[in-house]
């Protein structure tokens, strides 16, 4: 508790000193209308920039408290963070190797999560902080180069990289993981590991037409990538097989206003040993499965295009043999500059729903270990945020979350968990 406060007063001391040097020095540093935080410099990162050189700090911050659930009076509090650190690297104005670009990131993950500390949120199947996972240590998150060929049409990819940077990706703008991200690696993570967890990895995607490419992976599987101590892994010890994603991607344009869509359909499979649910041998199959992601601007704010109502969905389906999760919806909406005085601030509200495979309970109810909340089913999340456009480098987006059955139990508890996420670029 002590480390949480310590890390909520850093970040609100953090922001009030911002604010504070905002009227004194608004034409460069703490500037709202600048990118940065920090300001550009003096010139330099706009000059860094020019020769190929792009530099990032970001921070990102989630704030959980559970406000009330049926059957618990303890309402704990916990609070999770990440910095990354990255250069993107133009090589062909920095070597003049022409449509060449690398990218480095290393991340730092701090805190704990409420889903794991609350009792009430105890099985809690999604998380109501994402930016907490896959070990609270540094990692090196990305460390890619990436080459055009063929008139720009086809785009290679190789070095370590997750799948979701390129696979089934989404926005993570939401602070319940079942609204946030690459939602494939939310319910096969035991194999498919996004971001901040990288392996080495090699994408290649080519332009069908200006609207619609066509991309294929590898991935490698190695469960080293995940420990502790391993952020930095360069190895392909320990590794056993590979992830394979393949998908099409539409990035549509529609009616006279050409409101921006994107629209997602792929398959994944395995070939790393998965054991196999709900069976007494020792035989082994291969993770396999599929999506399908949709994103739509639906309309324009008194005709502005950078304003108006969005609409999202996701749909993912998983091998029933060796997956406990069978598949998993979600569906939302957002809309960005509803009030005009507040042009870039937004709101959006999202619903989730958690499937568990039938196979799951039929082997707890042979293991005579089913759970005294009951069999397992539906697990489902929502969430309403206000996202606040502080300035161009902070956005603040308060939000309230409800999980119906958590842990998927039949007799799941039912809780309410107030929010708040920040991001800022420094």
């Not at 994107?262 to 998965?274: I, K, N, P, V």
């Amino acid at each position: 508790m002590k480390k949480l406060c310590r890390t909520f007063s850093f970040s609100i001391s953090l922001l009030s000193f911002s604010c504070a040097l905002q009227i004194a020095n608004a034409a460069d540093a703490f500037d709202p209308q600048s990118q940065w935080m920090f300001g550009d410099w003096n010139g330099k990162r706009t000059e860094l920039q020019a020769k190929g050189y792009d530099f990032s700090l970001g921070y990102t911050g989630e704030l959980a408290t559970l406000m009330h659930s049926e059957n618990h009076s303890s309402h704990g509090t916990e609070y999770a963070d990440q910095f990354a650190f990255g250069a993107h690297l133009d090589l062909n104005k920095i070597l003049g190797w022409p449509d060449t670009e690398a990218q480095i990131t290393v991340t730092e993950r701090n805190g704990r999560n409420l889903s794991n500390t609350s009792e009430a949120l105890n099985g809690h199947k999604s998380s109501v902080q994402e930016v907490w996972g896959r070990g609270q240590t540094w990692r090196l998150t990305d460390f890619w180069i990436k080459k055009k060929f063929l008139d720009q049409k086809l785009d290679v990819k190789v070095g370590r990289f997750g799948e979701g940077e390129d696979f089934n990706s989404f926005d993570c703008d939401f602070q319940n993981l079942s609204l946030c991200g690459s939602q494939v690696g939310n319910w096969v993570g035991d194999q498919w590991y996004n971001w901040p967890v990288s392996q080495w990895a090699a994408r290649l995607k080519y332009s069908l037409t200006p609207e619609v490419y066509a991309q294929v992976g590898a991935y490698e599987y190695n469960p080293e990538n995940l420990e502790r101590g391993k952020g930095f892994n360069l190895s392909t010890d320990g590794s056993h097989g590979a992830i394979i994603p393949a998908e099409v991607v539409w990035t549509a344009k529609l009616g006279v206003a050409k409101l921006p869509g994107e629209y997602r359909s792929g398959y994944y499979y395995s070939t790393a040993d998965a054991a196999l649910i709900a069976s007494t041998t020792t035989e082994k199959k291969h993770h396999q499965g599929g999506w399908v992601v949709a994103r739509q601007q639906l309309t324009a704010h008194n005709g502005d295009a950078s304003r108006g109502l969005s609409g999202f969905v996701n749909l993912t389906v998983h091998d029933s043999d060796t997956n406990q999760v069978s598949d998993m919806q979600n569906i939302g909406l957002v809309y960005k500059g509803l009030i005009d005085s507040r042009p870039h601030d937004e709101i959006a509200v999202g619903i989730a729903r958690i499937n568990i495979n039938d196979k799951v309970n039929d082997a707890n109810i042979r293991n005579n270990s089913v759970d005294a909340r009951g069999l397992q089913g539906e697990e489902y999340n929502s969430e309403i945020y206000y996202g606040m456009h502080a300035a161009n480098w902070l956005t603040i987006r308060p939000n309230i979350q409800y999980i119906h059955r958590v842990g998927a139990y039949k007799n799941g508890e039912n809780a309410w968990v107030g929010g708040i996420k920040f991001q800022t670029a420094f």
